[in-house]
């Protein structure tokens, strides 16, 4: 079993949001809008497979074309 989330930072800190609907499932039931590290250590812990979803990087010309 395997579940995709996506890394990013918000003013430093590292977060993860579900990008699927397995792990959109595991943050509904943790109530919140992201997965902390502890509770990616419990899915892993379940069995779950966790992939980091790579996301092209922000760049000025992204940003300008957009």
């Known amino acids: 079993m395997k ?6 930072k918000n003013y430093g800190v590292q ?3 579900p990008a699927c609907p397995a792990s959109e499932l595991f ?3 943790a109530r919140t809008k992201t ?4 509770a990616l250590q419990d899915i ?3 069995g779950y497979e966790i992939e980091i979803e790579q996301t092209a ?3 000025f010309r992204a940003l300008a074309s957009a």
């Open 3 to 8: 579940i995709t989330i996506r890394a990013d």
């Open 15 to 17: 977060t993860y949001y």
């Open 27 to 29: 943050a509904s039931i």
């Open 35 to 38: 997965l902390t590290t502890h």
């Open 44 to 46: 892993a812990a379940l």
């Open 57 to 59: 990087p922000k760049t």
